[in-house]
Structure formats: C-alpha cells, structure tokens
C-alpha cells in the first residue's frame, strides 16, 4: 500500500474528547485534529460532555480512536493504549476521565448490547496534571502528540493491509 493511499481513510473516525480550555483537558481535541490532518479523509468529532453521539460515530466508521486526558499516578505525558475490542472494559473503568454525563465505559458497554462497535476501537489516554479553566496544556503533554500519531499511523497502515 503506498503512503496516498494510506492517507485516504474515509472510514476511519478520530474522537477527541475533553475540554480544550481545561489545560491537559485539551488533549483529546489536540490528538485528533492533528491525527486529522494527517489523514484528511478520515472523520473527526470532537466532543465535550455528551458521548451518546459516539454510538452512532461506531456504526458508521469501521475504525475508531478515541482520543482524552486522563488523571492518574503515572507522569504528566503518559500514553496508555486500550484496545476497546479486545480489552477488558474493566482496563477502562481504572482509568479516571475527565468527568461526563455518561462514561466511555457505559457508552462501549452500550454499543456491545446493541451491536454497534466498530471494526477495531482505541483509546487513547494522556495523562494530565492541570485540568484549571483557562490553564494552558503542559508541555509534558503536548509531548505525547507525535507518539500518539506515529502509533496511529502504525495501526491504521496494519488495518489497511489487513
């Protein structure tokens, strides 16, 4: 597969989740805008409280990430990878997101029942240290954007050949 055609994913969804103005919160949007113009054929969502919408992102694309800080013990800056499909929805339940008004963990769960979930699923969370309105993204993890999109790359050029 060449490199053009690697970059014309038109089933590919990039969500970012988060609040671009809480700081590391920021991070979701960040990772998939940038995933996005990397691969503009792909789909992009970003969105801030309400995940239901993500449902709907699973039945029409065939390969998802999904992009959001999350709080933890680790460093400002680590990566962690859950496999959505393969995992265990518990891996995701210990990982503390930002707050929503319904979880990733009941939104996948929920797509599990209704038959909905995509091809291949990824999360993909940064962790965080300064959620404040109006504070910027640290740098620790601003760092993390080029290792998440080289990852990215990598999994979408294995699916594409696939």
């Known amino acids: ?3 053009s055609e690697l970059h014309r994913q038109p089933n ?3 969500i970012g989740l988060g609040n671009p103005f809480r700081g590391d919160d920021g991070i979701g949007y960040a990772l998939a805008s940038e995933l ?6 792909s789909s992009i ?3 801030h ?11 029409q ?4 990430f999904i992009f959001d800080a999350v709080a933890g013990d680790k460093p400002p800056g680590t990566i962690i990878e859950v496999d959505l499909l393969h995992g265990t929805l518990e891996e995701l339940t210990n990982l503390a997101t930002s707050s929503h008004h319904m ?3 009941q939104i996948v769960e929920l797509g599990r029942q ?3 979930m995509p091809q291949a699923l990824y999360l993909f969370g940064v962790v965080g240290k300064d959620f404040t309105l109006g504070a910027p993204m640290g740098s620790e993890v601003k760092a993390a954007i080029p290792a998440v999109v080289k990852r990215c790359g990598d999994l979408l050029k294995v699916y594409a050949e696939s």
């Open 12 to 14: 590919v969804a990039f």
């Open 114 to 116: 209704m038959d909905l």
């Open 45 to 47: 969502f970003l969105l």
């Open 61 to 64: 694309h065939a390969l998802c």
């Open 103 to 105: 979880s990733l963990t």
């Open 1 to 3: 597969m060449s490199d």
């Open 49 to 59: 409280d309400d995940f239901t919408p993500i449902l709907s992102i699973f039945e």
């Open 36 to 41: 996005h113009k990397t691969f503009p054929q």
